[in-house]
């Protein structure tokens, strides 16, 4: 699950930048507390307590500078001396901050209102850089499924519907087009390799001109269009 939170203590502000993110985030076809979560404060104490007790609780934090009784960049400094390594976007009113921000390693800088196509472009770098699918449901038969991102060779199209192949041999046949599921199987750890063809880079053994082979021994097609980006996508997964 795709872990955001939202820090800011003007209500309108926060709540505005929560519909953006649930609009960015479903127009992928992400479904919120099942592919993602947002949780919103008002205040930094929560937050810290939060973070300091579990480093990796959120992914992604859009943060405000300009807080009542603190400062963001304070809280950001004090979230990486505890080891948090989440992605930070500073939301703030204000410019004049923009260059003491460096030293927290942000992700992006965004002025208030906040533009939804900016933000929108902010979060497919960080979900293509920084997020790595741990669990995805799938809804078969009415009912959800739980995976683990992990157990998924690959995932190909089949006449209006989508094949999920697992380890140990298991298909599961999903009521989504193959276009839709991609949009569900974000991050680095999955790779396109063919038009109808999605593979988990972790279970690549090795590639092969014009195909790849997975670690069950399996083979499958690499078109010529894809083969320079799933190398690249490859190397880039194993480093």
Not at 135 to 154: E, H, P, S
Not at 157 to 181: P, R
Request: aromatic share 10%.
């Amino acid at each position: 699950m795709y872990r955001i939170a939202i820090c800011d203590d003007e209500p309108h502000a926060a709540e505005q930048n929560e519909a953006m993110l649930c609009q960015i985030l479903e127009s992928r076809n992400l479904l919120r507390d099942i592919d993602y979560s947002i949780h919103c404060f008002s205040c930094p104490a929560p937050l810290l307590a939060q973070m300091e007790k579990y480093p990796s609780a959120f992914q992604l934090l859009l943060l405000d500078i300009e807080l009542e009784h603190e400062n963001g960049l304070s809280i950001a400094a004090h979230l990486r001396e505890t080891g948090s390594d989440c992605s930070i976007v500073y939301i703030t009113a204000y410019r004049n901050y923009v260059f003491d921000c460096f030293d927290t390693r942000p992700l992006h800088y965004l002025l208030k209102p906040v533009d939804q196509e900016k933000l929108a472009g902010v979060i497919e770098r960080d979900l293509r850089d920084n997020y790595h699918l741990e669990q995805i449901k799938f809804l078969m038969d009415g009912c959800w499924r739980t995976v683990d991102a992990r157990n998924i060779l690959y995932a190909e199209a089949t006449s209006h519907k989508s094949a999920v192949h697992l380890q140990g041999g298991e298909v599961l046949y999903i009521n989504q087009n193959f276009s839709d599921l991609i949009l569900r199987l974000n991050g680095k750890r999955f790779c396109r390799s063919h038009f109808s063809i999605l593979v988990n880079l972790e279970h690549i053994y090795r590639l092969i001109d014009g195909a790849l082979v997975l670690d069950d021994g399996r083979e499958l097609p690499v078109s010529r269009s894809r083969q320079k980006e799933l190398r690249k996508q490859y190397i880039a997964f194993i480093k």
